[in-house]
């Protein structure tokens, strides 16, 4: 097996001053060395992973990775700045740089070998050791873990010897563990007969590369220091060992430390947990074993249940606007397939038996299988019911957020009784959030032993549930219904520059972050509208401008690459072909690649086209009673010609925008086109390729 690292893939005077251009530098290194195969598919794929979460961290470090289909074999590439570059760290800018390139396809072994790097990162020795190096060859043997020649001290665990430590060191099971003399530790607190605090905990990033193994290792080495036995299972991309579950049993509390769901999390249930990022694992260890430990003491427990990090209600330090929009995107992400089966049925229904079939009698008195009419009143009835769970879904799954398990019997009876008073969408919104923080405080309150294991089952969702339905009917149900009976007034009453407006704004959302939060707001405004027996047009109307101008990024990136496709990377001409039936159906996702690669351009360029599609959906007067767009829902469109004109157009206006930017760039010779860090000058073999600093 060839080496990881060689003294080609080092650079100790690493002049980048942003973390894409460094990100770049050492990309080229391994590009020159065989090792990645499509420089700019490569970062493309480096920028996605980035823009999940930052790879910054504590210590002036930067360990921008990714598994990429253009990566040979696993390999490390070293940088040493002098100025810092920053890559979102709390502290401040890394002078430490680590690209870390995994094949998509890579071993357990080679996984393995990653992974012990991330663990070295938080051994101080060498850290400070990489920061002294003087040469590019000494500085790959430290961190390839080679035997030091002459007088060069030897520096912690290396590399290659602490490959084990990657997926368990001591442990029987596999696992990793804090200190062997965890015991000792704990007696200087508690006495020498007492049981030391026992912490299971979990870690996982999106890559289980690098912050997996990070986190571990932090946690460790906090659980060390504290004097209490700590256990953890790193749930890597290499795949995971299972904690022993008599270890599980006899463990006091849990830690969560991830960026992807815990897999069979409902092994930790019925204990006090923390449930975190797992950047919060890597930089502020001891806070949460202090905080898991306060936890014990006041009894407080929780489920099971694996939510996902839009799921959790926020680590501790994140804003109240962030942990919010992770509560409302929880319910949104729940709602969305009730959405989409009960309106696509309701629309078929419609389509094959016209809007009159809404007053069928009912299925189970009336159904003859050889008629039309039977089978259209029954894809009716069957999405009314769906469409009869969005709001309960939605409040219940917001509450899930809040508070997990708990959280879901009062937040679906309250999104029940929202939808029964008519308090629609709005109520939903408040009931969810009631629902969460009552169980929250309830959660919070210091109850006896004894009564604890009844606690998830019983008492919470009775006392809470009381809570939030007298809430509901007495006191802010009957307001929240009028307002939502103004909102929906206000909507029928739109015609005119007013309803151009904001079918515009509505445009420009969608087309914002590409099925991101704002472009989920806009999708949920719309259905919100259709999401009764019998829309308005007015709300028809919002549901098409929202649909047609969600298709125009992908669509219009796919026209550029075929109209001037020397613009573009090969990798991003086959995206574009991909995009053609991705736009056509209805996935605005399918434009984040290009994106991602130069966010300056396209955005801006797919806002314009998505405002203007919306705005010309919404003039022509198009309307769209299914909850979806693509070339599937045209029948089911009033004025489809119309709308399809609108699309082209903002299609049109995106590409040309797209081509008229790049190729402001291709002729920016020598210099820097502002908003394209980057890009690089063209390869020899395409002198055409646009070309930028």
Same mark, same amino acid.
């Given at each position: 097996?060839?080496?990881?690292?060689?003294?080609?893939?080092?650079?100790?005077?690493?002049?980048?001053?942003?973390?894409?251009?460094?990100?770049?530098?050492? +990309? $080229?290194?391994?590009? *020159?060395?065989? =090792?990645?195969?499509?420089? #700019? /598919?490569?970062?493309?794929? @480096? !920028?996605?992973?980035?823009?999940?979460?930052?790879?910054?961290?504590?210590?002036?470090?930067?360990?921008?990775?990714?598994?990429?289909?253009?990566?040979?074999?696993?390999?490390?590439?070293?940088?040493?700045?002098?100025?810092?570059?920053?890559?979102?760290?709390?502290?401040?800018?890394?002078?430490?740089?680590?690209?870390?390139?995994?094949?998509?396809?890579?071993?357990?072994?080679?996984?393995?070998?990653?992974?012990?790097?991330?663990?070295?990162?938080?051994?101080?020795?060498?850290?400070?050791?990489?920061?002294?190096?003087?040469? +590019? $060859?000494?500085?790959? *043997?430290?961190? =390839?873990?080679?035997?030091? #020649? /002459?007088?060069?001290?030897? @520096? !912690?665990?290396?590399?290659?010897?602490?490959?084990?430590?990657?997926?368990?060191?001591?442990?029987?099971?596999?696992?990793?563990?804090?200190?062997?003399?965890?015991?000792?530790?704990?007696?200087?607190?508690?006495?020498?007969?007492?049981?030391?605090?026992?912490?299971?905990?979990?870690?996982?990033?999106?890559?289980?590369?690098?912050?997996?193994?990070?986190?571990?290792?932090?946690?460790?080495?906090?659980?060390?220091?504290?004097?209490?036995?700590?256990?953890?299972?790193?749930?890597?991309?290499?795949?995971?060992?299972?904690?022993?579950?008599?270890?599980?049993? *006899?463990?006091?509390?849990?830690?969560?430390?991830?960026?992807?769901?815990?897999?069979?999390?409902?092994?930790?249930?019925?204990?006090?947990?923390?449930?975190?990022?797992?950047?919060?694992?890597?930089?502020?260890?001891?806070?949460?074993?202090?905080?898991?430990?306060?936890?014990?003491?006041?009894?407080?427990?929780?489920?099971?249940?694996?939510?996902?990090?839009?799921?959790?209600?926020?680590?501790?330090?994140?804003?109240?606007?962030?942990?919010?929009?992770?509560?409302?995107?929880?319910?949104?992400?729940?709602?969305?397939?009730?959405?989409?089966?009960?309106?696509?049925?309701?629309?078929?229904?419609?389509?094959?038996?016209?809007?009159?079939?809404?007053?069928?009698?009912?299925?189970?008195?009336?159904?003859?299988?050889?008629?039309?009419?039977?089978?259209?009143?029954?894809?009716?009835?069957?999405?009314?019911?769906?469409?009869?769970?969005?709001?309960?879904?939605?409040?219940?799954?917001?509450?899930?957020?809040?508070?997990?398990?708990?959280?879901?019997?009062?937040?679906?009876?309250?999104?029940?009784?929202?939808?029964?008073?008519?308090?629609?969408?709005?109520?939903?919104?408040?009931?969810?959030?009631?629902?969460?923080?009552?169980?929250?405080?309830?959660?919070?309150?210091?109850?006896?032993?004894?009564?604890?294991?009844?606690?998830?089952?019983?008492?919470?969702?009775?006392?809470?549930?009381?809570?939030?339905?007298?809430?509901?009917?007495?006191?802010?149900?009957?307001?929240?219904?009028?307002?939502?009976?103004?909102?929906?007034?206000?909507?029928?009453?739109?015609?005119?520059?007013?309803?151009?407006?904001?079918?515009?704004?509505?445009?420009?959302?969608?087309?914002?972050?590409?099925?991101?939060?704002?472009?989920?707001?806009?999708?949920?405004?719309?259905?919100?509208?259709?999401?009764?027996?019998?829309?308005?047009?007015?709300?028809?109307?919002?549901?098409?401008?929202?649909?047609?101008?969600?298709?125009?990024?992908?669509?219009?990136?796919?026209?550029?690459?075929?109209?001037?496709?020397?613009?573009?990377?090969?990798?991003?001409?086959?995206?574009?072909?991909?995009?053609?039936?991705?736009?056509?159906?209805?996935?605005?996702?399918?434009?984040?690649?290009?994106?991602?690669?130069?966010?300056?351009?396209?955005?801006?360029?797919?806002?314009?086209?998505?405002?203007?599609?919306?705005?010309?959906?919404?003039?022509?007067?198009?309307?769209?009673?299914?909850?979806?767009?693509?070339?599937?829902?045209?029948?089911?469109?009033?004025?489809?010609?119309?709308?399809?004109?609108?699309?082209?157009?903002?299609?049109?206006?995106?590409?040309?925008?797209?081509?008229?930017?790049?190729?402001?760039?291709?002729?920016?010779?020598?210099?820097?086109?502002?908003?394209?860090?980057?890009?690089?000058?063209?390869?020899?073999?395409?002198?055409?390729?646009?070309?930028?600093?």
């Amino acid at each position: 097996m060839s080496e990881m690292i060689t003294a080609d893939l080092v650079d100790l005077d690493l002049s980048a001053d942003t973390k894409e251009a460094a990100a770049r530098a050492l +990309a $080229e290194r391994m590009v *020159a060395q065989g =090792r990645v195969t499509d420089l #700019e /598919g490569f970062l493309a794929d @480096v !920028a996605a992973r980035e823009a999940q979460m930052p790879t910054g961290l504590d210590g002036g470090i930067g360990i921008p990775h990714c598994r990429s289909e253009y990566v040979t074999e696993p390999s490390l590439a070293f940088g040493r700045s002098a100025e810092g570059v920053d890559f979102g760290a709390p502290d401040g800018p890394a002078d430490l740089i680590f690209l870390i390139a995994a094949p998509a396809g890579a071993d357990d072994a080679h996984l393995t070998i990653l992974s012990a790097l991330a663990r070295q990162l938080m051994n101080a020795e060498f850290t400070s050791a990489l920061r002294s190096v003087g040469d +590019a $060859e000494s500085a790959a *043997a430290l961190i =390839r873990g080679d035997e030091p #020649e /002459g007088g060069t001290d030897s @520096v !912690a665990t290396p590399v290659a010897a602490s490959a084990g430590a990657a997926t368990g060191s001591s442990a029987a099971d596999g696992s990793t563990t804090a200190a062997a003399t965890a015991d000792q530790g704990a007696g200087a607190d508690t006495g020498a007969d007492a049981q030391p605090f026992r912490i299971v905990a979990v870690t996982s990033c999106p890559t289980g590369i690098a912050h997996t193994y990070m986190a571990a290792e932090a946690l460790e080495n906090a659980g060390r220091d504290a004097g209490v036995e700590l256990v953890v299972e790193p749930q890597g991309s290499a795949g995971f060992t299972r904690l022993d579950p008599a270890v599980i049993a *006899a463990a006091d509390a849990v830690i969560f430390a991830h960026d992807v769901p815990v897999r069979e999390k409902e092994r930790f249930a019925g204990k006090p947990t923390i449930d975190v990022g797992v950047k919060a694992g890597i930089n502020r260890p001891d806070e949460l074993i202090t905080e898991v430990r306060g936890k014990a003491e006041r009894g407080e427990v929780t489920g099971g249940s694996a939510p996902t990090p839009v799921e959790r209600g926020g680590e501790a330090g994140e804003g109240y606007g962030s942990m919010l929009r992770k509560w409302l995107m929880s319910g949104v992400s729940y709602m969305v397939p009730f959405v989409a089966a009960g309106g696509l049925l309701i629309a078929l229904g419609f389509a094959i038996g016209g809007y009159e079939i809404k007053s069928a009698p009912s299925v189970m008195q009336h159904f003859v299988w050889t008629q039309t009419d039977s089978w259209a009143a029954l894809m009716f009835q069957i999405g009314a019911v769906a469409f009869g769970f969005l709001v309960p879904v939605l409040a219940g799954y917001i509450a899930y957020g809040m508070a997990d398990r708990p959280g879901l019997v009062p937040g679906f009876v309250g999104g029940m009784i929202a939808s029964t008073i008519n308090a629609g969408f709005l109520g939903g919104l408040a009931a969810g959030l009631i629902a969460g923080g009552v169980v929250l405080a309830i959660q919070k309150v210091k109850i006896p032993k004894a009564v604890r294991g009844i606690m998830p089952v019983v008492v919470i969702p009775l006392i809470s549930t009381a809570i939030v339905g007298f809430l509901m009917f007495v006191v802010i149900g009957k307001p929240i219904a009028s307002a939502q009976k103004g909102m929906t007034d206000w909507l029928n009453g739109l015609s005119g520059s007013n309803a151009i407006l904001l079918g515009a704004l509505l445009g420009l959302m969608m087309c914002f972050d590409l099925g991101g939060p704002v472009n989920k707001v806009a999708y949920t405004f719309a259905t919100a509208g259709i999401a009764v027996s019998n829309p308005s047009d007015s709300a028809m109307k919002i549901m098409a401008a929202v649909m047609a101008a969600g298709m125009v990024p992908p669509l219009a990136m796919a026209l550029a690459t075929t109209v001037r496709g020397k613009l573009f990377t090969e990798t991003e001409r086959e995206n574009g072909k991909a995009a053609w039936v991705l736009g056509a159906s209805f996935i605005s996702e399918g434009a984040i690649p290009f994106a991602a690669a130069d966010p300056l351009r396209v955005i801006p360029s797919s806002m314009v086209g998505g405002a203007i599609t919306g705005s010309l959906s919404m003039a022509f007067g198009a309307t769209l009673r299914a909850p979806h767009g693509g070339i599937f829902v045209v029948p089911l469109i009033g004025h489809a010609f119309f709308y399809l004109i609108a699309i082209a157009v903002g299609m049109c206006v995106t590409a040309g925008l797209v081509v008229v930017l790049k190729g402001m760039r291709k002729q920016s010779v020598g210099g820097t086109a502002p908003g394209a860090p980057e890009d690089i000058a063209a390869p020899a073999a395409e002198p055409k390729q646009p070309v930028a600093a």
